[in-house]
């Protein structure tokens, strides 16, 4: 499952950019600081792979095992 | 499957760094490191100025602000006064490869036991983009507006090859942080430096190739695709010396 801290975000779109899977995506909302942060798309289509959370420059993506779908 | 959760020892905070920065996926890294190896509180960041001193910001470890350049110097005598200590200086490479070339030299070359990790963003980023020693040739800054020029500016300087050329270093290596596979090799790079400094094996250098998207003008996504285009071509990333074993 993957979290997303939108408080952290700075919208670089690294996470977009290298996600295997295609399913994340800058949104339409910005945060507090005003960066638009992004968004998952199909979270049922994840792999939890963690490709997003290693390439996050701010650790604002924290990816941890399972899902919360029981 | 794989999980991440982020370290503790960097404030629940957003960094300092610009959008995209891969300085602060450099001190993420770090960080992830230290707690892997349970070295958390028993490390000590020695940060230098430049960028990287805005590590003071968020970096919730011990650490140790120090004069331009002085990183290594001031190292040495934290690692000689306190051996059991992780001790690592954090630099950028207008503080090592410029103000601070002499210090950086000499802790190599006296084979001292602590770790240098160095930000290679080939720009001055704090003062607003001038050119560092590493600029890559072409490569526009504030003082070289038509591209770095060989003929009045010389070379940039590699720096793990000439440290590597030392006889002391245990550990020399160099990693691009724009690409997973990268920031992988940086991973298990950094800790393989810290592991062989606790073993008490002697120097150990690990450089990573950053961007800088505010002075380099550009998007930070097309940082990443300049970096695959020119500073990888230049500065190649591999192990260059490894005595761990």
């Known amino acids: 499952m993957v979290q997303i801290n939108e408080a952290l975000c700075k919208g670089c779109g690294y996470c977009v950019k290298f996600c295997p899977k295609q399913i994340l995506q800058i949104g339409k909302t910005r945060n507090r600081r005003g960066h638009f942060y992004p968004e998952m798309t199909h979270e049922s289509a994840c792999i939890t792979c963690a490709v997003c959370a290693m390439m996050c420059p701010e650790g604002a993506i924290e990816v941890s095992k399972g899902g919360d779908d029981a | 499957m794989a999980e991440y959760k982020r370290s503790t020892m960097i404030a629940d905070a957003p960094s300092g760094y610009c959008p995209g920065c891969l300085h602060s996926l450099a001190t993420r890294l770090i960080s992830d490191v230290l707690e892997e190896l349970g070295q958390g ?19 919730n470890g011990d650490f140790l602000s120090v004069a331009h350049g002085r990183a290594p110097a001031a190292a040495t005598g934290i690692k000689r006064t306190n051996p059991e200590r992780l001790v690592f200086a954090y630099q950028g490479d ?5 103000i601070g070339l002499a210090e950086i030299i000499s802790a190599a070359n006296r084979g001292e036991n602590f770790t240098v990790i160095f930000a ?28 770095r020029d060989p003929q009045t500016t010389g070379y940039p300087m590699k720096m793990c090859e000439l440290i590597a050329a030392l006889e002391a270093p245990a550990y020399v290596a160099r990693f691009a942080l724009n690409s997973p596979k990268g920031v992988r090799e940086a991973r298990a790079g950094i800790k393989k430096a810290f592991q062989a400094q606790l073993d008490g094996r002697g120097f150990t250098f690990v ?20 970096m695959n285009m020119n500073t990888i071509p230049y500065f190649k990333p591999g192990v260059y010396k490894d005595k761990t074993e």
């Not at chain 2, 207008?94 to 410029?98: I, Q, V």
């Not at chain 2, 704090?126 to 591209?147: C, D, H, N, R, W």
């Open chain 2, 120 to 147: 290679n963003n080939q720009t001055y980023g704090m003062t607003g983009g001038q050119m560092a020693p590493t600029t890559l040739i072409g490569q526009k800054s504030t003082t070289t507006v038509y591209g």
């Open chain 2, 94 to 98: 207008g503080d090592l490869c410029a």
């Open chain 2, 207 to 226: 450089e990573l190739l950053t961007n800088c998207p505010t002075n380099w003008h550009m998007s930070p996504l097309q940082t990443l695709d300049y």
């Open chain 2, 41 to 59: 509180d028993n490390s000590l960041n020695v940060i230098s100025v430049g960028c990287s001193a805005l590590n003071i910001l968020y970096w």
